[in-house]
T-cell receptor, first 113, second 118 residues
């Protein structure tokens, strides 16, 4: 079965600083990986996804993630944090024959002035 | 983009009653919908996969008699929490995959429904 592990339940950065949210995956088949963002009391919004095309994936709101097979990682980055980026971020992988989306534990990003 | 709507957004009920949550795909047809449960400050746990016209597939540990899922049309899936108890209080989120996009098609998420059982 496929799974993802997010390292760091809380990340705090200054406005304008680099954002790095870590995600490692475990998969016996080529993985399909996703990053979602959740604002309080809301559903999830897709930031970006990796589906075996380019290893560097660009998403919305200036986020990007790089798929590194050798490190089994799919870390999310953004060069310069904005206050509006404060939210919960989830890494996810398609599992169960690429049918079910399984989420990591989530990382809460705080951005301070 | 595709829109998935959940109703109600908030619901408070008494212990022992049943509550129905609706998940609708507003501008696309969804052969597959998923129901997730999210406890405060935790991740989303997949409860079940709902396929239009057939029985839902429940994840291990999820009581199918307690969480009734119906996917009677290509645009509507419902989750009914039967005989609700305070421990059922949670944030329930549905997602839908557009028909014809295959297993790797993008999932679109509803806004979530917060259930509080008194």
């Amino acid at each position: 079965a496929q799974s993802v592990t997010q390292l760091g339940s809380h990340v705090s950065v200054s406005e304008g600083a680099l954002v790095l949210l870590r995600c490692n995956y475990s998969s016996s088949v080529p993985p399909y990986l996703f990053w979602y963002v959740q604002y309080p009391n809301q559903g999830l919004q897709l930031l970006l996804k990796y589906t075996s095309a380019a290893t560097l994936v660009k998403g919305i709101n200036g986020f990007e993630a790089e798929f590194k097979k050798s490190e089994t990682s799919f870390h999310l980055t953004k060069p310069s944090a904005h206050m509006s980026d404060a939210a919960e971020y989830f890494c996810a992988v398609l599992s169960g024959g690429y049918n079910k989306l399984i989420f990591g534990a989530g990382t809460r990003l705080a951005v301070h002035p | 983009g595709a829109v998935v709507s959940q109703h109600p957004s908030w619901v408070i009920c008494k212990s022992g009653t049943s509550v129905k949550i609706e998940c609708r795909s507003l501008d696309f047809q969804a052969t597959t919908m998923f129901w997730y449960r999210q406890f405060p400050k935790q991740s989303l746990m997949l409860m079940a996969t709902s396929n239009e016209g057939s029985k839902a597939t429940y994840e291990q540990g999820v009581e199918k008699d307690k969480f009734l899922i119906n996917h009677a049309s290509l645009t509507l899936s419902t989750l009914t929490v039967t005989s609700a108890h305070p421990e059922d209080s949670s944030f329930y989120i549905c997602s839908a995959r557009e028909a014809g996009t295959g297993n790797t098609g993008e999932l679109f998420f509803g806004e979530g429904s917060r259930l509080t059982v008194l």
